[in-house]
């Protein structure tokens, strides 16, 4: 019965030992008599006990690696504390278990003097402005080096990067007066566009005034010359009115003189017309010119007819 019992526990435990089973993303080195054997893949699998046991034991998801910090020189002699994080992943773990005796403390010491290097062939502020470029000649020089332990190197970021206090201290009083040379340079250029804007609104107020004043005595002197030309015509027409009234007044005269009688009455008219002016002479002079043949009046009309008549021929 005890030997029963002794050989069923023996099952048990042969059993047990034979039947391994690995989680998703872990794989497990196998090693027989001290030899590697295999990799045992995510699932149930079976090894021979007490021959075959489990020498390494793998995680195969991306694993972040804080890399210490250290003080980097740059290539202007400037002090740098530089600390990042490294992203890697097993991918092979075979080599992972054979090709190093400590991959994690492998990748971080090549990390720290991969950073060193990148940073010493650059200036302090570049340091600031490619960290990016940083990042990627670190992954590349990690990538090459870490393929023979079986890991690959994702990617690498700069945490932070602390310059000495005294180096703080400059880089801000730097940018405090590069703020103030933008503001007075902001303020002067604000003060020159108002100098010219006020300049150029001056210039289009007079330059709109001179042309107001222009239009204004084009406007005058055309008014002016339109009321010449207007007074002109007016003037020329009253001229021509009274030069044809006039011509129709003679024309009726000489074809009433024509008529019978016509001389007769003319002649009448002109004995009133003289009789007429020696009086008016006589009411408004004190002194009396008369004629040296007053007394023949007839005289006088017949001289005045001769002449009417030398005019009808």
Not at 2 to 9: P, Q
């Given at each position: 019965?005890?030997?029963?019992?002794?050989?069923?526990?023996a099952v048990v435990i042969f059993v047990l030992k034979s039947?391994?089973?690995?989680?998703?993303?872990?794989?497990?080195?196998?090693?027989?008599?001290?030899?590697?054997?295999?990799?045992?893949?995510?699932?149930?699998?079976?090894?021979?006990?007490?021959?075959?046991?489990?020498?390494?034991?793998?995680?195969?998801?991306?694993?972040?690696?804080?890399?210490?910090?250290?003080?980097?020189?740059?290539?202007?002699?400037?002090?740098?504390?530089?600390?990042?994080?490294?992203?890697?992943?097993?991918?092979?773990?075979?080599?992972?278990?054979?090709?190093?005796?400590?991959?994690?403390?492998?990748?971080?010491?090549?990390?720290?003097?991969?950073?060193?290097?990148?940073?010493?062939?650059?200036?302090?502020?570049?340091?600031?402005?490619?960290?990016?470029?940083?990042?990627?000649?670190?992954?590349?020089?990690?990538?090459?080096?870490?393929?023979?332990?079986?890991?690959?190197?994702?990617?690498?970021?700069?945490?932070?990067?602390?310059?000495?206090?005294?180096?703080?201290?400059?880089?801000?009083?730097?940018?405090?007066?590069?703020?103030?040379?933008?503001?007075?340079?902001?303020?002067?250029?604000?003060?020159?566009?108002?100098?010219?804007?006020?300049?150029?609104?001056?210039?289009?107020?007079?330059?709109?005034?001179?042309?107001?004043?222009?239009?204004?005595?084009?406007?005058?002197?055309?008014?002016?010359?339109?009321?010449?030309?207007?007074?002109?015509?007016?003037?020329?027409?009253?001229?021509?009115?009274?030069?044809?009234?006039?011509?129709?007044?003679?024309?009726?005269?000489?074809?009433?003189?024509?008529?019978?009688?016509?001389?007769?009455?003319v002649n009448l008219r002109v004995a009133e017309q003289y009789?007429?002016?020696?009086?008016?002479?006589?009411?408004?002079?004190?002194?009396?010119?008369?004629?040296?043949?007053?007394?023949?009046?007839?005289?006088?009309?017949?001289?005045?007819?001769?002449?009417?008549?030398?005019?009808?021929?």
């Open positions: 019965m005890e030997l029963a019992l002794i050989l069923f526990l039947i391994k089973v690995v989680p998703q993303q872990h794989a497990y080195v196998i090693e027989r008599l001290g030899r590697y054997h295999g990799t045992l893949q995510p699932g149930l699998s079976i090894v021979v006990p007490f021959v075959d046991r489990v020498a390494y034991k793998h995680i195969l998801k991306e694993i972040p690696l804080d890399v210490p910090s250290q003080i980097c020189i740059t290539r202007d002699n400037t002090q740098l504390k530089v600390d990042g994080i490294l992203y890697f992943q097993v991918t092979d773990p075979q080599r992972a278990s054979y090709g190093s005796s400590d991959y994690i403390l492998a990748i971080t010491q090549l990390a720290q003097t991969t950073l060193r290097s990148v940073i010493g062939k650059m200036e302090l502020d570049k340091t600031f402005e490619e960290r990016d470029e940083i990042n990627r000649a670190v992954v590349a020089a990690l990538d090459e080096a870490a393929f023979s332990w079986g890991v690959k190197v994702l990617r690498y970021e700069i945490k932070d990067l602390v310059p000495p206090q005294d180096i703080l201290h400059a880089m801000q009083a730097q940018i405090t007066a590069e703020r103030e040379k933008r503001a007075l340079i902001a303020s002067s250029e604000g003060r020159k566009m108002e100098q010219i804007n006020i300049a150029s609104g001056t210039r289009e107020a007079a330059i709109q005034q001179s042309q107001g004043e222009m239009q204004a005595t084009i406007n005058q002197s055309e008014g002016a010359k339109q009321a010449a030309i207007n007074k002109a015509l007016g003037e020329a027409e009253a001229l021509r009115l009274v030069a044809t009234a006039t011509a129709e007044a003679i024309q009726r005269v000489a074809g009433a003189i024509k008529t019978e009688g016509g001389i007769e009455a009789v007429d002016a020696f009086g008016k002479l006589a009411k408004e002079n004190n002194t009396l010119i008369l004629p040296g043949n007053v007394a023949d009046i007839g005289g006088l009309v017949a001289s005045a007819m001769s002449i009417v008549k030398q005019v009808q021929r």
